[in-house]
């Protein structure tokens, strides 16, 4: 069994903040659909990657910290980003072993379930009209999850200074 690397929940929830930042920092009118979503993507690595530290509750308070700034009804974000927490422990065993291309394959199946979610809560909640432009974030983070993962995977390894 290969030992993995310990990393401080520190820096897990500073990655995870961020990620909350990048979710919510204004842009044109035109480009928000453009936007990956970054926390659904930072929680995803950090829950196929320490298991054992972040799951759904992580997913749940970034959730409700996500509906209070975009001002959301309560529990919007909360039970899409509890949702992607619980399917990624679900496929944990077997994304280890997927190849960055394959994991890439199941993070848009994953993050497009996620926005499947969150597009029919928001047609329950008032009009809102849903048209499939809802998957591209998931199309996005997909493509970026390669350069994501071999990032994280860089930094872990990154020899300390002594």
């Known amino acids: 069994m290969a030992t993995s690397v310990r990393v401080s929940l520190l820096w897990i929830w500073f990655t995870l903040l961020f990620a909350l930042c990048l979710q919510v920092m204004p842009m044109a009118e035109g480009w928000q659909v453009w936007r990956p979503d970054w926390l659904g993507l930072m929680l995803l690595y950090w829950c196929m990657h320490q298991p054992e530290r972040v799951g759904v509750f992580h997913g749940f308070v970034l959730g409700l910290l996500l509906d209070l700034i975009e001002g959301a009804p309560l529990g919007q974000n ?39 979610v969150e597009q029919w809560l ?20 997909a493509a970026l999850w390669p350069w994501l993962a071999t990032l994280f995977q860089a930094l872990r390894r990154r020899p300390t200074g002594e």
């Open 122 to 141: 928001r047609t329950l909640f008032g009009p809102f009209s849903m048209h499939l432009s809802f998957l591209l974030p998931s199309l996005i983070g």
């Open 78 to 116: 909360a039970l899409t980003l509890s949702l992607l927490a619980f399917l990624s422990a679900l496929v944990y065993p077997r994304f280890r072993t997927y190849s960055l291309v394959q994991q890439a394959v199941l993070i848009f199946v994953l993050l497009g379930l996620s926005q499947l």
